[in-house]
């Protein structure tokens, strides 16, 4: 994936020390380098590489629409100018990380130099006053771990945004009939969030499915190759396995022709009258290649996956039920699919196989079947009804359950209960996407910056997620 582009737009006031000012900045821009984004400064519209006057205001602007960034960093040098930072923000209308380092103790003769704390006081009143939502990280120093933490999680706030917004969903058929869970409002999805949904139909499959199988492509042998990490042989022959590696190569030239960077698949029943096919494990292949695949034509997790894998770094997600409890903790949930979970976050590869589906009277091929590997998880579900949507997301553990078919792992909270109560009582369904990795404050501060979708905590709480960005 490529990198978040970060404006960094440092700032000072004339009252204050000049030369201090100019010495934090390149202090904070030496540090940038250490992070994984390509930072934008303004270095080049003055002599200072400061914003602390109007007429520099129109070219910062310029400048960082040129580039195209993702979000902006306003670094407070010293006091800082808080009427101009916050018309930069107003223009650029993308996240904002306001910041300024601790200031040094008073000199002998009792000047002070910088009073930054006082300038991010008067920065936040005026970003408001703009309607800019910001995310504030506490007054520190560039080698404090909060600074450190903060900014690299602003960097992925900046990244499930971007995601967001750039989401397009292709997908393959209808939704099964009788799932009406599955029912999206498209045009609103598009007149709220700019999210498109490009429909093809399950004969454009079968059709690009045959091309490929007669072509014998570079694409297909590797996907085969793929399929041999697990044990294949219960599929059926090689003609088999390669039906399923056709599928997963067909909706990636699909997804590709028609832009789209999500997939949602109408996986039954109408699939295995005409394919003779299962589609989960093609669904595993395509998700370990950064396109996500959902199940039951799920729109809505489409787009869960595509923001929860780049809030964790781009990581692979894995598109899950919420099934049955635990027989014996009350606090666990299964999470599990028919066999969907792409094979790289399999416990035990060696035990791992390929399969035909073990409920459907077809008993067709096409299936996983694995236990996935112990870690932190967090689930999340994008969902919405009556014009309003919310991100639910919460995070847990694996713990050890019984063995179930299909691709599976336990998942254990503090409280399933009340988990339960929110996700029934709240406009989700039975389906979420997970990703290892603990990245609820980041959904949740992202949501700050996507108007019209309300955050829904569960674990840890909203103020605990508050004391998580206050504390770094």
């Known amino acids: 994936m490529e990198k978040m582009k970060i404006g ?21 821009l030496q540090e940038l380098k250490k992070y994984g984004a390509d930072f934008v400064d303004i270095d080049d519209i003055n002599e200072e590489g400061l914003l602390f006057d109007q007429k520099d205001v129109a070219a910062v602007v310029e400048k ?50 910088r009073d930054t704390q006082c300038g991010l006081f008067a920065t ?11 995310t504030y990280l506490t007054n520190s120093s560039v080698t404090d771990e909060s600074f450190k933490r903060g900014l690299a999680g602003f960097i992925a706030v900046c990244a499930a945004v971007r995601a967001f917004y750039e989401t397009r969903v292709l997908q393959i058929d209808t939704r099964p009939g009788d799932f009406m869970t599955m029912i999206v409002n498209e045009g609103e999805l598009l007149e709220k969030f700019g999210i498109p949904v490009i429909p093809v139909t399950l ?32 599929i059926g022959d090689g003609k088999e396995v390669e039906k399923v590696a056709a599928l997963k190569c067909a909706l990636k030239e699909l997804s590709a022709e028609h832009g789209c960077n999500a997939v949602a698949v109408q996986c039954w029943d109408a699939m295995q009258d005409l394919l003779h096919l299962m589609p989960c494990m093609a669904h595993g292949l395509l998700t370990e290649e950064g396109v996500p695949a959902t199940c039951e034509t799920d729109i809505h997790g489409a787009i869960t996956a595509r923001m929860l ?39 035990d590869l060696k035990k ?47 713990t050890d359950g019984p063995f179930t078919r299909g691709t599976y792992v336990w998942f254990e909270v503090d409280d399933w209960a009340k988990w339960e109560h929110q996700l029934v009582t709240g406009p989700y ?44």
Not at 127 to 134: E, G, I, S
């Open 309 to 347: 894998s780049a809030a964790a770094g781009y990581g692979t997600i894995f598109f899950a039920d919420l099934t049955v409890r635990h027989p014996e903790n009350d606090n666990a949930e299964l999470l599990w699919h028919c066999g969907n979970f792409p094979m790289e976050l399999a416990k």
């Open 203 to 234: 004969p454009d499959v079968m059709w690009r499915m045959e091309k490929i199988i007669k072509e014998q492509g570079e694409d297909l042998a590797a996907t085969v190759k793929r399929m041999g990490r697990v044990d294949c042989s219960p």
């Open 429 to 472: 369904v039975h389906h979420c996407a997970g990703v290892y990795g603990n990245v609820s404050a980041i959904l949740h501060e992202a949501c700050k910056y996507i108007p019209g979708l309300e955050a829904d905590p569960a674990q840890p709480t909203a103020a605990e997620i508050g004391e998580i960005w206050l504390r770094g």
């Open 352 to 398: 791992a196989t390929g399969g035909r589906h073990f409920i459907m009277p077809s008993k067709c091929a096409g299936t996983g079947e694995w236990q996935l590997k112990d870690g932190s998880i967090t689930i999340a579900r994008f969902d919405g009804d009556h014009g309003e949507y919310k991100l639910f997301m919460g995070e847990g553990r694996t």
């Open 64 to 113: 960082m629409k040129r580039h195209g960034v993702d979000g902006l960093f306003l670094p407070h040098c010293n006091f800082g100018s808080e009427g101009l930072v916050s018309q930069v923000a107003a223009q650029i209308k993308k996240p904002v990380l306001l910041w300024g380092p601790r200031d040094d103790a008073p000199l002998p003769d009792g000047i002070r130099t």
């Open 124 to 134: 936040g009143k005026i970003l408001r006053r703009y309607n800019v939502p910001f």
């Open 8 to 28: 960094v737009v440092s700032t000072r006031r004339n009252v204050f020390s000049k030369e201090e000012a100019g010495k934090f900045k390149n202090i904070i």
